[in-house]
Nanobody
Framework: QVELVESGGGLVQLGGSLRLSCAAS????????MGWYRQAPGKQRELVAT???????NYAASTEGRFTISRDNAKNTVYLQMNSLKPEDTAVYYC????????????????WGQGTQVTVSS
């Protein structure tokens, strides 16, 4: 079982900043890609940003250059720095990770965190 635990969400004013963290724990051989997704009320879950084990990043257009994803492989932790926050960024943010449970390529896993609420007030 691979567990992801998010932290860092909260209430912030328009234009403010937050940094989300997500730490992976449990039994696994390695983590490959990690990422952040979000879901606002009445909307589908959407990708925010992803990062590979090698550090390659991908961002949704909606971040408009305001967000930065990073990771600490030694700590099995991924971060999302969010600046210039807007009310439309309000959502539950979910951490995601995929990898291998063991050395075998026949042991892939995909794990999701419980989500952390981000609320941006105008």
């Amino acid at each position: 079982q691979v567990e992801l635990v998010e932290s860092g969400g909260g209430l912030v004013q328009l234009g403010g900043s937050l940094r989300l963290s997500c730490a992976a724990s449990g039994s696994f051989f390695r983590i490959n890609a990690m990422g952040w997704y979000r879901q606002a009320p009445g909307k589908q879950r959407e990708l925010v940003a992803t990062i590979t084990a090698g550090g390659s990043t991908n961002y949704a257009a909606s971040t408009e250059g305001r967000f930065t994803i990073s990771r600490d492989n030694a700590k099995n932790t991924v971060y999302l720095q969010m600046n210039s926050l807007k009310p439309e960024d309000t959502a539950v943010y979910y951490c995601n990770a995929d990898g291998l449970r063991s050395w075998s390529l026949a042991s892939p896993f995909v794990s999701w965190g419980q989500g952390t609420q981000v609320t941006v007030s105008s």
